[in-house]
């Protein structure tokens, strides 16, 4: 048996457990970090350039609270050096009772956020570049930006090291057991004790998680990069949005933020099909291509070039598409993160600070009832 030289072991370095690991050791913890990847990775979740940050929140106004501290620790995390987030404004435009418009209203009416709600003419004559169907509507939102993933990951994990947090990458978990007063990690390379464990494990969820008993299911997403005809100078300044249609799919997509040849980045919302990490398809068809230069173009008619990049990532998505934040029912010493069904990276300062107060004092003052895995959704 290893020696118990830690107080914390953070399975997974991804978007949570690199923030977990960052705020475990700035309170003086003794961490290590395991990851089968390395650093900042783009084989699971948290990669592909952007990430959508919002507070008018469509899924459910009861996540505000955490995205209005989320924000605060996004500000934080910036004065480490390379920016990881900027505002630019949100659009959530479609029918007047699509979850897209109806909820970011309601989020921003419950919660008192800066917002407008414009007409389809008024969005065109704001922003020119979109030109939605004349009957939809659009909230446009202050706050809304993006993340970077990438160097997310990376100020999460400078600062775990920089307050003694050992993170060892290329080192694939192969199980883990909670020993009553320690808990043992076993990896490819040795096996690991510590007092506690934080579970964070993405796409990977059903493996280490098997017996959380928590259905998740792994999803193939794809990212696209569009050019323009014309040029894509006009959405370089542009705002991140949101759209849906009458039938409910959604799609989003960001500002022109990756310089004159780098195209505007867009996806489907939740359009994929289930895969399994180990042999997810990394294509992307002709098909898929297409399919989602239509579509953008009933929103966005002048992004009308070529896919010029086309990336995958993965969804780990619960039932009712919330996540699962919470000491493991069976196992006290334990704290799992996952099921973050593709909304999920926008919280990942404040769901590190959440998984430092479980792993330390077992309870955290932040609202996270929504995420019992006990919850009867998941039942």
Known sequence: MGQLGHDVIVIGLGGMGSAAAAHLAARGQRVLGLERFTPAHDQGSSHGGSRVIRQSYFEDPAYVPLLLRAYELWEQLDEDGEPVHRLT????????????????????????????????????????AFAPPADH????EEKGGYA????????????????????????????????????????DAGTYVADRLVVAPGAWAPRLLADLDVPVTIERQVMYWIGASAGTG?????????????????????PAIDGPDGGAKVAFFRKGSTCDPESIDRSVSEAEREAMRERVQRLLPGLDGPVLRAATCMYSTTPDQHFVIAPHPEHPRVVVACGFSGHGFKFVPVVGEILADLAIDGATAHPIDLFDPRRAALV
Do not use: K, N
């Open 148 to 187: 970077r993933p990438e160097a997310t990951v990376r100020a999460h994990l400078a600062r775990a090291a920089a307050h003694g947090a050992e993170l060892r990458f290329g080192e694939t978990v192969r199980s883990w057991r909670d020993d009553g007063d320690h808990v043992t990690v076993v990896t």
């Open 234 to 254: 006009p959405m370089v300044d542009g705002p991140v949005y949101v759209s849906e249609t009458e039938v409910g799919e959604q799609i989003y997509g960001f």
């Open 89 to 128: 404004g949100g659009v959530y435009v479609g029918p007047e009772t699509s979850q897209t418009f109806a909820g970011s209203l309601l989020a921003s009416r419950q919660w008192d956020l800066p917002h407008e709600v414009l007409s389809a003419a008024e969005l065109t004559r704001r922003f020119p």
């Open 137 to 140: 509507l659009a909230l446009v």
